[in-house]
């Protein structure tokens, strides 16, 4: 764990960061020492949008572990460019080790991010700041440290739990991984805590984007989801449907990066960027998932680097139903470029015009209230069987898509079409790999994707030109499961272990 440890010597460096709209632009405390930081509202609020710009960093590569391992996503591949194959495209080929460096990455990016959420919430306690702002930012820390624990444990498993700084170094050499049951009983105590602290709304325009309660139940409902609580689940996420809101009539209005749109009316939580500038804070993932040699036919500057990541698969293409108007906002079968046409699909729920190329202002949804209703009517549905009730939460889904009304079946077609509407609902928005392992045991979730594997290998979604699949490609072992834990942290602590099979 020598990476927590020599956070506190950067922690400064990553305040200059931030990620919203209008909570963007801070002025550099990197040239002020801890001891003489953290004292008034203005350095707090300065130390907690570098929180929020770590987790924005954290959001970047997350397609790679949220779709890319998974039936949702492959990569257009470079024959002449080997040189991801093992790092994130051992994601998509399942042939991920303890040396790969986007696991090193991962692990280093969350607990950076941790340790500076921990060093705020100590801070906070003795700064100059009124009471009622104290509670809020309380909250939304407690929230985002939540939001990281909530994700490395269904990465990893068994994680480091860190609620606190050190005093020393050698502290953090003594660090072990907790079990599972205790992350999430962490999360959970976060959770609520920040509940009760956050307003449902900001009073002051500038704090939108900001966690709120609505966000904290909202992760806590899927915390009592994922743990099998289905009871909690349903109290919990009934009381985010008082909140305020609802579907948007047009589903495309969830990724459109217009200021009037950003953060609306279904947005429950997103990761902020801002575009259009040169401050630092853009997104570019219309880049990252255009086809490879698309030039400017996708994102309309031909100079701009694209990545042919993240690409829609056979498989889901084929999963929208006649009709389904999320198919054509989420996805494009093929591009045209100099009058031909290329059959590459691409992501396109993030494609908007944009004045700098590499810079666009989407940001990235992680909380939907049409997530909340279906994990209501899967709660429900596991709870007690299916309910009118809980097939209406679905049905609104769906008639904002176009389609007609599903019957009320029996309990587990209605699992199966719940999982189905998530996939496609929030397609390419980094919920697949999570959602599989929720409903899936390890043996199920290796046999599906071993199917899966079998299907790409026969007829791959991309032509690969003349590099040959690996014996190793697609092939899903229980273990994987859960990634393994970064070899080089093991071999700074020796206490940490390592998980099964790796």
């Known amino acids: 764990m020598k990476n927590i440890t020599a956070i506190g010597i950067i922690v400064l460096g990553l305040l200059q960061s931030s990620c919203s709209e209008d909570f963007l632009n801070q002025s550099d405390p990197t040239k002020v020492g801890v001891d003489l930081f953290y004292k008034n509202e203005a350095q707090v609020k300065q130390a907690l949008n570098g929180v929020y ?11 790679i572990f949220g779709e890319f391992q998974t039936d949702n996503t492959t990569v257009d591949l470079n024959p002449s460019d080997r040189g991801g194959a093992g790092g994130w495209e051992a994601f998509e080929y399942s042939t991920v080790n303890s040396g790969n460096g986007e696991i090193a990455t991962l692990w280093n990016s969350y607990y950076a991010a941790l340790y500076n959420a921990n060093l705020t919430l100590e801070k906070l306690a003795d700064a100059t700041v009124d009471e009622a702002q104290k509670k809020e930012v309380e909250g939304q820390l407690k929230f985002l440290r939540a939001y990281m624990f909530f994700n490395l444990v269904q990465y990893f498993g068994d994680v480091v739990i860190v609620t ?7 502290a953090a050499f003594d660090l072990v991984r907790s079990p599972q049951a205790e992350v999430w009983a962490q999360i959970e ?20 984007g900001r966690a709120t309660k609505g966000a904290a139940l909202s992760l806590l409902g899927k915390t009592y989801l994922t743990n099998k609580k289905y009871a909690e689940a349903v ?4 009381e985010v449907t008082t909140l305020g809101y609802a579907l948007n009539a047009n589903y495309a209005d969830n990724f459109e990066p217009s200021p009037a749109k950003k953060n609306g009316v279904e947005s429950i939580f997103e990761i902020q960027y801002q575009g259009d500038n040169d401050l630092g804070e853009w997104s570019n993932f219309e880049y990252v998932f255009a086809p490879r040699v698309s030039k400017g036919a996708v994102t309309g500057y031909a100079a701009g680097a694209n990545g042919g990541r993240n690409a829609p698969t056979n498989d889901i293409m084929a999963a929208y139903e006649k009709g389904d108007l999320r198919k054509d906002i989420s996805l494009k079968p093929d591009f045209t470029l100099d009058g031909k046409l290329y059959p590459v699909p691409y992501v396109n729920k993030y494609n908007y015009a944009h004045t700098i190329v590499n810079r666009t202002n989407t940001n990235w949804p992680i909380l939907r209230y049409a997530d909340v209703l279906l994990m209501l009517a899967e709660a429900t549905n596991e709870q007690t069987g299916p309910t009118a009730e809980a097939l209406d939460y679905v049905n609104q889904i769906r008639k904002r898509a176009g389609l007609a009304n599903i019957a009320l079946p029996g309990k587990v077609e209605f699992r199966a079409a719940i999982l189905k509407e998530r996939r496609l609902e929030l397609a390419f928005e ?22 899966h594997g079998l299907a790409e290998r026969a007829k791959p979604t991309i032509d690969r030109g003349a590099v040959p699949f690996n014996s190793t490609d697609y092939v899903y072992a229980e273990n994987e499961y859960f990634l393994p834990i970064p070899a080089p942290q093991i071999l700074i602590n020796s206490k940490l272990t390592q998980n099964p099979g790796y």
Do not use: C, I
């Open 189 to 208: 105590k976060d959770l609520k805590e920040a509940a009760a602290l956050l307003p449902a709304k900001y009073t002051n325009a500038a704090d939108k």
């Open 164 to 170: 606190s700084t050190f005093a020393t170094p050698d």
């Open 53 to 63: 710009g770590a987790v924005q960093n954290l959001n970047n590569g997350a397609y």
């Open 235 to 238: 109290t919990t996420l009934k």
């Open 430 to 451: 980094n919920h697949r790999w999570f959602d599989l392992k929720r409903t899936k045991t390890p043996a199920e979730w290796a046999a599906f994707m071993n199917a």
